[in-house]
């Protein structure tokens, strides 16, 4: 492997964990301050702030996660089969936000709808950023 080969893999896998931090962040905020909202020991304000803050850190921890993961998998794959390469990276990042939702809400049946919700809203966002993320290693002019 080339030195600009190697710089650009990393560049892609940068990428997919940048935009699962941030999806991770946004979508932990608003679970974190939802699940806190209307509990007794919580003021409104308290409730957006810590629970929105601590949801913001673990998801943006499960979002890097999941990006770094999803990228490996993806860079491996990309410029022989672009498709394949985005189903891949949608795939591994719905199933393993769908398992980081089951370990933080607990294996409830009640719970599903959640990790159903996490686990389609992290596909949908993998599926768009897709092109973005793997775009180094599809402009290379390297051999296959």
Not at 23 to 50: C, H, Q, W, Y
Not at 58 to 69: C, I, K, N, Q, R
């Amino acid at each position: 492997m080339t030195k600009d080969e190697y710089r650009r893999r990393w560049a892609g896998i940068a990428r997919t964990a940048t935009v699962g931090a941030l999806v991770g962040a946004v979508g932990g905020a608003i679970v974190g301050a939802s699940s806190l909202l209307g509990d007794e020991g919580f003021s409104t304000g308290a409730s957006l702030i810590f629970g929105g803050g601590f949801g913001a850190v673990l998801g943006a921890l499960f979002g890097v996660g999941t990006g770094a993961v999803g990228g490996c998998l993806a860079v491996h794959v990309v410029r022989r089969h672009a498709g394949l390469a985005r189903v891949l990276l949608t795939l591994s990042s719905g199933v393993l936000i769908a398992l980081a939702t089951v370990w933080s809400l607990g294996p409830d049946a009640a719970q599903l709808g959640w990790v159903v919700l996490a686990a389609a809203v992290a596909s949908t966002a993998a599926w768009f950023c897709a092109p973005w993320c793997l775009r180094p290693l599809r402009t290379a002019d390297l051999p296959a």
